[in-house]
């Protein structure tokens, strides 16, 4: 994976530490031809490309997933996560996992008859939605080896938040006996990174027949060129 | 772990996660079993939150498992449990940086909350603010020579 930032506006570390192992990370400006031709070449040459920028953000720089489909050389998944959903009035608002835990009704059934409340984990729809996206990328690149073609696959903040309560409601009140925090001991695991030493959550899916591969990289924003590393290195 | 009350997609006992699968039109394409270890509530909420997360992440598992079918890997079954999926809804609050926590931090900054809106006693804000989203762009690794 090929993360492209912008060179002016970074996340901050603890973001970084918490999302980017295993990824390659390149800067590109996108208000100049020449970073934008560079863009360009990459989604070409890509099977996904992942935005999860506005709407019209993506227009601005020729970055939808017509265009993109367009110029493709072998199809592309194009992934497109929003906050309120890719049509209707709210589809160019911005938002984050909390906006859409308000939004979807899930902060008022968390109050449970008084004030809202968020998760009692602070977050739900980034992660839901996030594993949503991964799964969808790789149903459509599934598709994709099958068909041919190439496929956009639609997330929102808020529809995962009303998928959760479309899994139905618990009696709160019979809980007493229910944890109020998460308090279980997790399971991590430690890379040695220019960085120095980053811990996170070890992988919670356990596969027989089948070995996953672990990552060992890490590295800070633009450490890599804005081209696929088997034709840098 | 909980290490009870397994659930399976084979046996019918995973309604939701079939559902999923269905909807991605991954349905046949998965010839492995996938297993949930133990059910909410694991945490105070009305909201299913341990199952969701795990619903989510076995749909992940269940796509990946198909694509490993369908370049001719052995079909692989897939098992959770759901205090991982509690976990994978916070993941941010286990990150470590050379022994101390790195959290983003983001429950304790002021804005992010919800605040009654005034003279509107039903109606009620919420802000929030975090950093801007960005692109990510991925190529697959060239296709492994056949095998004979």
Same mark, same amino acid.
């Given at each position: 994976?090929?993360?492209?930032?912008?060179?002016?506006?970074?996340?901050?570390?603890?973001?970084?530490?918490?999302?980017?192992?295993?990824?390659?990370?390149?800067?590109?400006?996108?208000?100049?031809?020449?970073?934008?031709?560079? #863009?360009?070449?990459?989604?070409?040459?890509?099977? *996904?490309?992942?935005?999860?920028?506005? !709407?019209?953000? &993506? +227009?601005?720089?020729?970055?939808?997933?017509?265009? =993109? /489909?367009?110029?493709?050389?072998?199809?592309?998944?194009?992934?497109?996560?929003?906050?309120?959903?890719?049509?209707?009035?709210?589809?160019?608002?911005?938002?984050?996992?909390?906006?859409?835990? *308000?939004?979807?009704?899930?902060?008022?059934?968390?109050?449970?008859?008084?004030?809202?409340?968020?998760?009692?984990?602070?977050?739900?729809?980034?992660?839901?939605?996030?594993?949503?996206?991964?799964?969808?990328? #790789?149903?459509?690149?599934?598709?994709?080896?099958?068909?041919?073609?190439?496929?956009?696959?639609?997330?929102?903040?808020?529809?995962?938040? #009303?998928?959760?309560?479309? =899994?139905?409601? @618990?009696?709160?009140?019979?809980?007493? +006996?229910? !944890?109020?925090?998460?308090?279980?001991?997790? +399971?991590?695991?430690?890379?040695?990174? /220019?960085?120095?030493?980053?811990?996170?959550?070890?992988?919670?899916?356990?596969?027989? &027949?089948?070995? =996953?591969?672990?990552?060992?990289? =890490?590295?800070?924003?633009?450490?890599?060129? !804005?081209?696929?590393?088997?034709?840098?290195? | 772990?909980?290490?009870?009350?397994? $659930?399976?997609?084979?046996?019918?006992?995973?309604?939701? @996660?079939?559902?999923?699968?269905?909807?991605?039109? @991954?349905?046949?394409?998965?010839?492995?079993?996938?297993?949930?270890?133990?059910?909410?509530?694991?945490?105070?909420?009305?909201? $299913?939150?341990?199952?969701?997360?795990?619903?989510?992440?076995?749909?992940?598992?269940?796509?990946?498992?198909?694509?490993?079918?369908?370049?001719?890997?052995?079909?692989?079954?897939?098992? #959770?449990?759901?205090?991982?999926?509690?976990?994978? @809804?916070? !993941?941010?609050?286990?990150?470590?940086?050379?022994?101390?926590?790195?959290?983003?931090?983001?429950?304790?900054?002021?804005? &992010?909350?919800?605040?009654?809106?005034?003279?509107?006693?039903?109606?009620?804000?919420? $802000?929030?603010?975090?950093?801007?989203?960005?692109? /990510? *762009? *991925?190529?697959?690794?060239?296709?492994?020579?056949?095998?004979?």
């Amino acid at each position: 994976m090929l993360h492209i930032s912008s060179p002016w506006f970074a996340d901050t570390l603890a973001q970084h530490l918490g999302v980017d192992a295993g990824k390659y990370d390149a800067y590109l400006d996108l208000r100049y031809e020449k970073d934008m031709a560079a #863009m360009r070449q990459l989604a070409a040459t890509a099977d *996904v490309f992942a935005s999860t920028y506005r !709407p019209a953000v &993506n +227009e601005r720089f020729g970055l939808l997933p017509e265009q =993109l /489909a367009a110029a493709s050389e072998r199809g592309i998944v194009y992934m497109s996560a929003s906050a309120y959903g890719h049509s209707g009035p709210w589809q160019d608002r911005p938002g984050f996992d909390q906006n859409a835990q *308000v939004a979807s009704g899930f902060a008022m059934a968390e109050g449970q008859g008084g004030p809202p409340k968020f998760s009692p984990v602070f977050y739900l729809a980034d992660l839901i939605t996030g594993y949503f996206a991964a799964a969808g990328v #790789m149903a459509a690149l599934h598709r994709r080896a099958v068909e041919g073609g190439s496929y956009q696959v639609k997330l929102s903040l808020a529809r995962s938040a #009303m998928w959760v309560q479309e =899994l139905g409601l @618990l009696d709160a009140a019979a809980q007493a +006996e229910v !944890p109020e925090t998460d308090s279980y001991p997790a +399971e991590t695991v430690s890379i040695d990174t /220019a960085y120095g030493t980053v811990t996170s959550l070890a992988p919670p899916l356990t596969f027989t &027949n089948l070995t =996953l591969p672990a990552t060992d990289r =890490l590295v800070p924003y633009g450490a890599d060129p !804005p081209s696929w590393p088997s034709e840098t290195s | 772990m909980t290490g009870k009350g397994a $659930r399976s997609l084979g046996r019918g006992e995973l309604e939701p @996660l079939a559902d999923l699968i269905g909807q991605l039109e @991954l349905t046949g394409h998965f010839s492995g079993d996938a297993v949930m270890y133990g059910s909410d509530p694991v945490i105070r909420s009305p909201h $299913r939150l341990g199952e969701a997360s795990c619903t989510a992440l076995l749909l992940a598992g269940v796509a990946g498992a198909a694509i490993w079918e369908v370049r001719g890997g052995t079909p692989a079954g897939i098992s #959770m449990d759901i205090i991982h999926g509690l976990h994978h @809804l916070h !993941p941010t609050h286990y990150v470590g940086h050379s022994g101390y926590p790195s959290s983003v931090g983001a429950e304790c900054v002021a804005v &992010n909350g919800i605040f009654q809106a005034p003279q509107r006693p039903h109606a009620r804000r919420v $802000r929030s603010r975090g950093a801007p989203h960005q692109f /990510a *762009v *991925v190529r697959r690794h060239p296709r492994p020579a056949p095998r004979r």
